[in-house]
């Protein structure tokens, strides 16, 4: 319930910048998260600032995405993209222009919700000069992430030490998935408030398209078996499986086959070095001819490339939540995905779609083929699938919980607030 003072509530998101164009460079799941979480607070009556760093100099310094939700772009470092791993040494400034907005503006926020290790950096700092109460998400575990890289950047023990000051002293950690939160406690800390609040996605747009029309609209014959990716190329995402997967499909050679691979930026950004890779292995498996590179979709693009596809895959070698395969499923698309993460809470393997094991290719190759050669059993997962979102993931749903949870923490002194869900 919400009083009635409007709730005011700071999102903040160093590094992903909620007003961006989403599915280039290092845009993403955090970005999509914050917005949309932000939007939809805003719409239950709360007024939200979401503040992330001026990555560019031609960025307004503040947007207005609807009444009560903007996004607030603060000066700290130059205003050019620096990779994330690289920040650390910016954010004391982000605090200073924190302070100074709040200042400057007459506004506090009695709760901040902070995204990615380095906005909880910013969080504790607040806390320490300011009474709010901290609410903190993810979005990527150093613990879990380190495990799977080769080379482990220098920020690693920094970013290992501050997850574990946010998840013991922050007034409260949101999981996305039951996986995550058993990550936190395997590898963090056993201390700490830990809720299980899922992401969501928007099921109004997502299913709003039959696969008919989408194909129709796309150009894409009723009899062509669509496989779909859709995702930042990011070499943890797995494309490279995907590709694998279809060069080893038994149906490949015998019926109409498209591989749609959407995403990424233009030539020449940061994440160009992967698309020239993975199109080197297209190339290199004899894939050309099938496979389609559309570049980044935009909202309006995505619910019909989903609705489109007889399979998302989702390849990814690690995955906190994994937001591509709730919007797949809420379209009505069956989701192979790799067994891993947040994947095993949204996709349930026989009934929702499939799930196998990261980085095999053959694996997925199977698990592809059992869901193209069996349409109606891919269309009955289908229908499965958009029912869970329904029922678990929708941002309404997701803003009802979390606005919950802020007006919970700012009603009761910390000390006597216990988890709801941990
Ligand atoms: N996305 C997009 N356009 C693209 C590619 C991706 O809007 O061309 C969006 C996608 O719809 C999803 C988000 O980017 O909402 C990716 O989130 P996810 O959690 O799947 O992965 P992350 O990028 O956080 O690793």
Redesign the pocket.
């Known amino acids: 319930m919400i009083s009635s003072k409007k709730q005011r509530i700071a999102l903040i998101s160093v590094h992903g910048d909620p007003a961006v164009e989403?599915?280039k460079e290092e845009a993403?799941?955090?970005n999509?998260y914050v917005r949309q979480v932000g939007e939809a607070l805003a719409k239950r009556g709360l007024e939200v600032d979401m503040f992330t760093r001026k990555a560019n100099k031609q960025d307004a310094t503040v947007v207005e995405h609807s009444p009560n939700c903007r996004t607030i772009r603060l000066t700290a470092g130059p205003e050019e993209f620096i990779p994330r791993d690289n920040l650390y040494g910016y954010l004391p400034a982000f605090v200073e222009e924190f302070l100074k907005f709040q200042s400057s503006n007459g506004v506090e926020y009695p709760v901040v919700h902070t995204n990615y290790w380095l906005s909880s950096w910013v969080g504790m700092e607040l806390k320490k000069v300011q009474p709010i109460k901290q609410v903190h998400t993810y979005h990527s575990l150093g613990a879990v992430k380190y495990k799977s890289i080769a080379t482990i950047p220098m920020i690693a023990t920094t970013r290992l030490a501050v997850e574990k000051t946010v998840l013991e002293t922050a007034d409260r950690i949101v999981a996305t998935s039951p996986q995550e939160k058993k990550h936190m406690r395997e590898l963090v800390s056993a201390k700490g408030n830990i809720d299980i609040i899922p992401c969501g996605t928007d099921i109004r747009r997502f299913g709003s398209v039959s696969k008919q029309e989408a194909r129709h609209q796309l150009g894409i014959d009723s009899d062509t078996k669509v496989v779909l990716y859709?995702?930042?190329f990011d070499p943890r995402?797995g494309i490279e499986t995907a590709v694998r997967a279809v060069g080893q499909s038994q149906l490949r050679g015998d019926a109409k086959f498209k591989l749609i691979i959407?995403?990424?930026s233009r030539a020449g950004q940061s994440d160009g070095k992967e698309r020239e890779r993975i199109e080197g292995i297209v190339s290199e498996l004899g894939l050309s001819d099938l496979t389609v590179f559309p570049g980044?979709?935009g909202?309006n693009d995505?619910p019909t490339y989903y609705a489109a596809a007889d399979v998302c895959v989702v390849p990814s070698h690690y995955?906190p939540?994994?937001?591509?395969a709730i919007?797949a499923m809420a379209c009505g698309t069956p989701v192979v995905a790799s067994d891993v993460g947040g994947l095993q809470f949204t996709v349930v393997p026989e009934e929702t779609g499939l799930l196998c094991p990261p980085k095999n290719p053959a694996a997925f190759a199977g698990a592809i083929d059992r869901i193209l050669a069996n349409p109606d059993w891919g269309m009955q997962m289908g229908q499965a699938a958009r029912k869970r979102v329904e029922m678990k993931f929708s941002w309404d749903g997701v803003a009802a919980q979390l606005s919950d949870l802020y007006t919970q923490l700012v009603q009761v002194p910390a000390q006597e607030v216990g988890p709801v869900s941990a």
């Open positions: 989403i599915g993403g799941g955090q999509v859709v995702g930042r995402k959407g995403g990424g980044r979709l909202p995505l995955e939540f994994g937001l591509v919007e």
